[in-house]
Antibody, heavy 118, light 109 residues
């Protein structure tokens, strides 16, 4: 089955680091870009960035550049989103999504809820 | 490029026609516009890509149209499962690469 399976919910404190994951199965990992999308509680979708799993080339959204890091591990067909210094405002649901064609995200992970609170 | 969606909320009944608008602050190049549906507690689902192409498994009551800066998602006859939030999505290469989502239109009963 073609799917993206994300890691589980996280509860962290401000200033802590975090890495969440998105494991791909059912297709060749290196064939399609993976994107990360943030959704804050009760809010809309915000594009964070995209990575080409074949060479780890990354584009970051202007609002997220310098605050998160996107990476992949080809050996385990997994993409990662990480923070080195979490803030309360990072509390959100994070989705990974496969990009096909010109821009469409045809396959989404189930979402990872990140809660940051002191 | 900034995307604006209207109305913010659309209150309709099953069987009615829904017309959702997405306007871009600059012309969207290369038919790079898509629509997604999101229900509470679920990930978004791709409905329409390249302005007017339905994604796999999407019913024919969903259609997309438009060009330049003005785009429309139409649901010809609302089914109970169509009450959700709808987002438009575009790609821009202006001044560097960026994807943008609109703020969403909520279709409720």
């Amino acid at each position: 089955e073609v799917q993206l399976v994300q890691s589980g919910a996280e509860l962290k404190r401000p200033g802590e680091s975090l890495r969440i994951s998105c494991k791909v199965s059912g297709y060749s990992f290196t064939n399609y870009w993976i994107n990360w999308v943030r959704q804050m509680p009760g809010r809309g979708l915000e594009w964070m960035g995209r990575i080409d799993p074949s060479d780890s080339f990354v584009f970051y959204g202007s609002s997220f550049q310098g605050h998160v890091r996107i990476s992949v591990d080809q050996s385990i067909s997994t993409a990662f989103l990480q923070w080195s210094n979490l803030e309360a405002s990072d509390s959100a649901t994070y989705y990974c999504a496969r990009e096909v064609g010109r821009l469409e995200f045809d396959l989404w992970g189930q979402g990872t809820v990140v809660s940051v609170s002191s | 490029i900034v995307l604006t969606q209207s109305p913010a909320t659309l209150s309709l009944s099953p069987g009615e026609r829904a017309t959702l608008s997405c306007r871009a602050s600059q012309s969207v190049s290369g038919s790079s516009l898509a629509w997604y549906q999101q229900k509470p507690g679920q990930a978004p689902r791709l409905l329409i890509y390249d302005v007017s192409n339905r994604a796999t498994g999407i019913p024919a009551r969903f259609s997309g149209s438009g060009s330049g800066t003005d785009f429309t998602l139409t649901i010809s006859s609302l089914e109970p499962e169509d009450f959700a939030i709808y987002y438009c999505h575009q790609r821009s290469n202006w001044g560097g690469f960026e994807f943008t989502f609109g703020p969403g239109t909520k279709v409720d009963i």
